[in-house]
């Protein structure tokens, strides 16, 4: 399976909390929910693209609890979110969690980079991450992901946890598709293109003027 990556961001690069008030208020952090006004037609229409090309989810503890907490009990066969999430494998990174009543979740407790390294052998199409901005600071400090599923949100917050650290990974990275919802919303699509590429303006203007 190709492992790729789902994030919310605000144009200055915060996760935190996209989904609620209370998502996750550490760090005194009092702008939950920023995203929840653009989520649209054309947001929801893109989102179960994504949920189409998935065969696993891997997930940050924290995430996997909210999740837990609300698509078990979402039972219309014909949401494909729904559908998928409570149907296909859940793996979960952690070292706090000690049960999981979520069916056909399995529990990740030994070294991340080794078991993500294993289950992306695994035959299928797409292990995804969904949020989970920790685990996912993990598999971009070691390049681990295939595809970035970046959600560009038109907010400025100033503060929260910002997604790209210092600690990641130098990534090339390959557009593929990019569109902008009704809302405002930048959706691009990145392929892991391997480290990047390096180049010196200075050089290239004094060789065009031989």
């Not at 100033?158 to 569109?179: A, M, N």
């Amino acid at each position: 399976m190709e492992l790729s990556l789902t994030q919310f961001v605000t144009v200055d690069g915060v996760y935190q909390a996209p989904g609620g008030p209370q998502e996750d208020t550490s760090g005194g952090f009092t702008h939950g929910g920023w995203s929840v006004p653009f989520g649209d037609a054309d947001f929801g229409a893109f989102v179960d693209e994504v949920f189409e090309r998935v065969d696993a989810f891997l997930l940050g503890r924290r995430t996997y609890e909210i999740f837990a907490g609300y698509w078990p009990k979402v039972t219309d066969p014909d949401n494909p979110v729904a559908a998928k999430l409570n149907a296909l494998p859940k793996y979960v990174a952690t070292s706090t969690l000690e049960r999981a009543e979520w069916a056909g979740t399995q529990l990740l407790r030994g070294d991340l980079v080794a078991e993500v390294t294993a289950l992306k052998q695994h035959p299928g199409r797409e292990l995804q991450v969904h949020g989970s901005g920790n685990l996912a600071h993990t598999l971009l400090a070691n390049g681990l992901f295939d595809t970035l599923y970046l959600l560009t949100f038109p907010v400025l917050l100033g503060t929260g946890k910002r997604l790209f650290t210092s600690d990641i990974q130098p990534t090339g990275l390959r557009l593929t598709d990019s569109r902008v919802t009704g809302s405002g919303v930048v959706i691009s699509t990145y392929r892991n293109a391997g480290a990047p590429r390096y180049g010196d303006y200075t050089d290239e203007a004094t060789a065009a003027a031989q």
